[in-house]
């Protein structure tokens, strides 16, 4: 037996309003990363740092939109032509986003290891501000730092947010803020390598960046995919088994009339759909036994929406 067909999900209130802070962070990320991309871009020059840095700071945008795309689908109720709601838009935006993170970090990857075997010296130019020449590097140092405040900040408020929601798209995207910022850091020190006359520095940082974009997308790529093939449902990391599953087991056979039960369930975005072979003891008030372990299944997680459960004769 299932809840009526077409059924809609609400959030528990305070996650309701854990959600509401959540889309408040992302569109404060998405106004200080246009502000970082035109500052850093200005700034940029000749530096692989900087220039890598641009980029990351472009590709964030996508995880960030990727959540905000996801928030206003989640609001969509479900019809005849999608029975079974629009939720998995979030999961169409993630891998998109994903994909772009990786493909964007290895293509910076490989052009700073080239320009580091061939041993490229990059050069930072003087500019004339204010009547005065000023080396460019100053300024390139003062647009990173003013990069790394924003992320490191968001990215905290995020990552206790994405716990709370049980939202990977949004886990991810404050894991990409830490990215963010080390890449900042990283960028500052490929600068001032070069003022102190080590030229392979800003490669080096260059490449530390990449390597940082390439994790976090083949990481967001992985589990994108795994949600897309409906892998048993993991925690917020994406690293160890949910125990729900497990849950939702022992407590459906606690009941009297239950002698097995079975439980398979998949991640649909922010929420947990799927069946839950039970086998009963007899057939006796079989559909009021169904309701009721219904009833107890989705009572064991707020995130539980949809699950059916189904006698059978054996689980053999």
């Known amino acids: 037996m299932s809840r009526p067909p077409f059924a809609d999900f609400n959030l528990p209130p305070d996650k309701q309003d854990a959600l509401r802070r959540a889309r408040r962070d992302e569109w404060l990320s998405i106004f200080f990363l246009f502000t970082i991309i035109a500052v850093v871009g200005a700034a940029m020059g000749a530096s692989q740092a900087m220039k890598a840095m641009w980029v990351e700071d472009m590709v964030s945008l996508i995880p960030t939109s990727a959540f905000l795309i996801g928030s206003y689908f989640r609001r969509k109720a479900p019809d005849d032509e999608y029975p079974y709601g629009y939720r998995r838009a979030i999961l ?44 460019l590097g100053w300024l390139m140092i003062a647009a990173l730092a003013y990069s790394v405040i924003p992320p490191f900040i968001l990215g905290r408020m995020k990552l206790w947010l994405a716990r709370e929601l049980y ?35 800003d490669s080096v940082a260059a490449a530390f960046i990449s390597g940082e974009i390439v994790k976090d997308g083949f990481t967001s790529l992985r589990n994108s995919v795994a949600q897309l093939m409906n892998k048993r449902p993991t925690d917020v990391t994406g690293k160890e088994k949910d125990p729900v599953v497990d849950r939702v087991c022992e407590e459906l056979e606690k009941l009297a009339w239950v002698v097995r039960a079975r439980v398979r369930l998949r991640e649909d975005g922010d929420v947990l759909t799927g069946e839950v072979f039970v086998v009963p003891r007899d057939d006796s008030q079989l559909l009021d036994k169904l309701e009721q372990a219904t009833d107890r299944a989705h009572a064991v997680d707020w995130r539980l929406h949809d699950v059916n459960v189904v006698a059978i004769r054996s689980l053999d």
């Open 92 to 135: 169409i935006a993630y891998l998109a986003g994903s994909v772009a993170l990786f493909g964007f970090g290895l293509w910076i990857f490989g052009d700073s290891v080239y320009k580091l075997v061939m041993a490229e010296h990059p050069t930072i130019q003087t500019i004339s501000l204010f009547g005065r020449r000023v080396w």
């Open 167 to 201: 939202d990977k798209a949004l886990h991810t995207d404050a894991k990409i803020d830490k990215g963010d910022w080390l890449a900042g850091l990283a960028g500052i020190a490929g600068i001032l390598g070069i003022a102190y006359g080590y030229w392979w520095a």
